[in-house]
């Protein structure tokens, strides 16, 4: 049913079209088969889609192009169920990489399977996956826990919840927010918990950015970073101090520094959460 092949009559049913997510030519070639055959096409941008298929001579012709995202999505899958209906095939593709994965979809997906068309993938590019096979770190167990919330409260309330996931994973930042998701996750986390940045993957100034989060803390202090990127993140392992080491190491600091200063010391060297650590020292000091 899913086989497709150039020149091909392509069946009903609706392709998700996985797109690359920098360099042109990582577009598959069951991914062009089905742009050049497909009776609809639909994209997250018109424009986007357009320009990809320009590059890789896809004509159009005079095939509906329609235009599918978040805020028309209601509008527009009647549209695009009333197409299945009649038989025919539609490809949809996002502005980049694979639909649903952080981009519009799971709707559009979801009807069409309630309506009993066929739903297939012509899979390709994910910066997830890309950013996951190059980060360095374990592969057998990952959570892709999608974009980070804006606000630096949310974003710790939503880090403690991933805290303790034993699996890798995987997150999505926009770059002006970098350095603050890093500031977070060490306190969150710790200092010691193996992370990579990897930054505009597959593109000319691709980086990747590996060592631990204090490392990376202070690598990306007062950067101004660009481009998109994808942050993998070792899961919870054991620090090795247990409470009574950490209890007995922040006394010790308390004798002499500050509540801010002993915790600071302690967190580094126990590989603890800052925040979990701060607080027992706020306790300690307290006579607690
Ligand atoms: N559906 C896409 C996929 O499969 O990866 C993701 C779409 S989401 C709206 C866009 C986010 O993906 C970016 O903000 C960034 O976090 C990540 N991303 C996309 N392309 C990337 C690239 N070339 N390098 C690093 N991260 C990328």
Not at 97 to 124: E, F, K, M, W
Request: charged share 25%; glycine share 10%; proline share 4%.
């Amino acid at each position: 049913m899913a086989a497709t092949g150039a020149g091909q009559k392509l069946a009903a049913g609706l392709y998700f079209i996985s797109t690359p997510i920098g360099a042109a030519r990582d577009i598959t070639l069951r991914a062009i088969d089905i742009l050049g055959t497909a009776d609809v096409i639909a994209a997250e941008d018109t424009r986007s889609l357009r320009h990809l298929m320009d590059i890789h001579g896809i004509p159009v012709g005079d095939r509906p192009f329609l235009s599918y995202h978040d805020h028309n999505g209601e509008r527009m899958r009647p549209r695009i169920l009333a197409a299945l209906e009649e038989g025919k095939s539609v490809a949809y593709a996002s502005e980049a990489g694979t639909p649903l994965v952080a981009d519009p979809g799971y709707q559009l997906g979801a009807s069409a399977i309630a309506a009993g068309h066929v739903v297939t993938a012509a899979p390709g590019p994910s910066a997830a996956l890309a950013a996951l096979t190059v980060s360095g770190l374990p592969s057998d167990r990952f959570l892709f826990a999608g974009f980070a919330p804006n606000s630096g409260g949310q974003r710790r309330r939503w880090l403690e919840d991933l805290r303790g996931i034993a699996a890798t994973l995987i997150l999505y930042e926009s770059p002006k927010r970098i350095n603050g998701l890093l500031g977070d996750m060490e306190s969150v986390f710790g200092g010691t918990r193996r992370v990579a940045v990897c930054r505009e993957l597959t593109k000319k100034f691709e980086e990747i950015t590996r060592g631990t989060v204090a490392e990376l803390v202070t690598a990306f202090e007062g950067r101004t970073v660009k481009g998109e990127i994808v942050v993998i993140v070792d899961r919870a392992r054991e620090t090795g101090a247990g409470e009574a080491e950490i209890e007995a190491a922040l006394r010790e600091a308390l004798t002499c520094q500050s509540v801010k200063d002993a915790a600071a010391s302690v967190a580094e060297l126990t590989g603890a959460p800052k925040r979990e650590v701060y607080q027992l020292a706020l306790k300690l000091a307290g006579g607690n």
